[in-house]
């Protein structure tokens, strides 16, 4: 069975022994239940494509609501021995799972890189070396998230929530997977996870990993399959918490889900982060680090900086320097070692991008670079990198998540107004902000988001990561994200009382 799982998941190699192969098809059938890969029961499937080619490339049948129900047992069952493992023992398992990984690591980038479309060598560091040092680093920050502390005569413990639904979307699958089954699993929950069918590589993997890695049956369970097959998993009575990341439609009517069940939630949904650029930050280094965070993933990234804030007074000089860097991210085979900036993930997803810049384009707005009309490769599901500038505060463009390259430019004339037009947005996901450092710093405490950079600072993985309001409740990531699977349980003794 591992063999024959091990041959599936590759896209281009495929042996004999593959479970269907038909015209470069990869049909995957089964699901990982209590330990062991099973034949899916169900009839509805999803075709999974190449991005870049628009060739069918997998099938992913549907789990039913029966193999939601015996996953969910599954990972009820194997709850009680997981959460009682000394912590280094469940730690020494995570590390294991990270090292299987790391050892199918070509696998996943490739897989990756044709799924979302997204570079093979932005694929290698950001979607898989990543994720698998974050498996890593959760397993080492668990003991101090976990740590017991005692308040006057109560010891407060975090315990373990139970069994957690994970739900994952498509566009950084590895990434999103680790950000809650390493946190979940050190925290002593056990999990269900259900990814999002249109980049299934990284679940069928990471089934693998956990298969060689020996972890206990039932510890983590996979079920593939869509909205529907999510629906069964989160209202199932036996699952104590959903973790879910993905769009904030989704995420409203699975907090609402949740809300009547009295399931805990963590919900990281959308974003329209702002990027303030004050007065004397250099524009030329502005400017390169607002292309390269839009345009990361061809804009397919919950936290890119889509809204650009410049002063009025500067705008050309912006308008120049924005138009240059974009026309450098040239489009092309994610697969060449040189693209920087490949496809989005589906037919569908760019029909909806390319509809939003056409609107825009429509009304009249300055555009700088790319457009709905713009030349792109012919096959593959590509859309140009688009600015548009003197966007207005209310144009639609400004106000919701596109999911694709589209930079939306507007200008300030005071501070107070930079903050205002940052801060008008019912998201809150990210936010950046240029200039002289103590002023910078003044202003990222006045954003109403859950992480700010200032001038240009690097991605921690070890700082909590999640939104404000639209963008979601809860964070993920370090010690936070492993503290978001506890309950808080007090136990008190008898105060000592003095002779
Ligand atoms: P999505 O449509 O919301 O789907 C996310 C996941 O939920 C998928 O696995 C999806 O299955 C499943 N799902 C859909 N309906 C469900 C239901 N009723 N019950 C349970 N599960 C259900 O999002 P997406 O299109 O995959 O991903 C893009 C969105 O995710 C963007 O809006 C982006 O901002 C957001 N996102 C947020 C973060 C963050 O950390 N804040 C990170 C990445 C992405 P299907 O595949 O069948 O739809
Ligand atoms: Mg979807």
Not at 31 to 43: Q, R, T
Not at 277 to 287: C, F, H, N, S
Not at 460 to 484: D, K
């Amino acid at each position: 069975m591992l063999r024959q799982w091990r041959s599936s998941i590759g896209h281009e190699c495929l042996p004999a022994s593959a479970p269907e192969k038909r015209n470069n098809d990869v049909i995957h059938r089964q699901h990982f239940i209590n330990g062991a890969w099973a034949e899916a029961l169900g009839w509805n499937e999803t075709t999974v494509h190449d991005s870049a080619t628009e060739q069918a490339i997998g099938k992913v049948v549907h789990a039913t609501e029966p193999e939601v129900d015996t996953a969910v047992a599954a990972a009820r069952s194997a709850y009680a021995g997981w959460s009682q493992l000394p912590l280094e023992a469940r730690a020494a398992y995570v590390r294991a799972i990270a090292d299987r990984l790391e050892s199918h690591a070509e696998t996943l980038s490739s897989g990756i890189s044709a799924e979302t479309g997204m570079p093979i060598k932005l694929v290698r560091r950001i979607q898989v070396q990543a994720p698998i040092s974050a498996w890593r680093s959760t397993a080492d920050a668990a003991a101090r998230a976990l740590a017991e502390t005692q308040t006057g005569h109560s010891c407060i413990a975090r315990v373990p929530v139970g069994v957690v639904a994970a739900i994952t979307p498509w566009n950084y699958p590895l990434h999103q997977i680790t950000g809650k089954l390493a946190a979940a699993l050190m925290a002593g929950c056990t999990v269900v996870l259900k990814p999002s069918e249109l980049a299934p590589t990284a679940a069928h993997v990471l089934g693998l990993a956990i298969e060689e890695a020996a972890l206990p049956s039932g510890v983590v369970n996979i079920v593939f399959g869509d909205g529907s097959t999510g629906e069964s998993l989160i209202t199932h009575p036996q699952v104590d918490m959903v973790s879910f990341t993905g769009s904030t439609s989704v995420g409203r009517h699975i907090a609402s889900v949740a809300g009547h069940a009295l399931k805990r939630v963590a919900l990281e949904l959308g974003g329209k982060s702002a990027s303030i650029a004050l007065p004397e930050a250099d524009p030329t280094l502005v400017a390169r680090h607002a292309v390269g965070s839009c345009f990361l993933n061809s804009g397919q990234t919950c936290n890119a900086i889509t809204r650009l804030l410049v002063p009025e007074d500067q705008y050309e000089q912006y308008r120049d320097l924005l138009k240059v860097a974009a026309e450098k991210m040239t489009l092309g085979d994610p697969r060449d070692e040189t693209t920087r900036m490949g496809p989005l993930v589906s037919h569908e997803h760019r029909e909806r991008v390319r509809s939003f810049l056409s609107e825009a384009a429509a009304s009249g707005l300055d555009l700088i670079s790319g457009g709905p009309d713009a030349p792109v490769p012919g096959l593959g599901y590509f859309v140009a990198p688009t600015i548009f500038g003197r966007v207005p505060v209310h144009a639609r463009i400004a106000r919701e998540e596109v999911f694709g390259p589209a930079l939306a430019v507007l200008t300030y004339t005071s501070e107070d107004e930079a903050l205002r037009i940052a801060n008008d947005t019912e998201y809150g996901l990210a936010a950046a902000v240029w200039g002289d450092e103590s002023r910078a710093m003044a202003i990222a405490q006045r954003m109403r988001a859950g992480q700010v950079d200032v001038n240009g600072a690097p991605f921690n993985p070890l700082a909590p990561f999640g939104g404000f309001g639209a963008s979601g409740m809860g964070r993920e990531g370090g010690i936070h994200g492993i503290a978001e699977f506890t309950e808080l349980r007090a136990i008190q003794t008898p105060p000592t009382t003095k002779s």
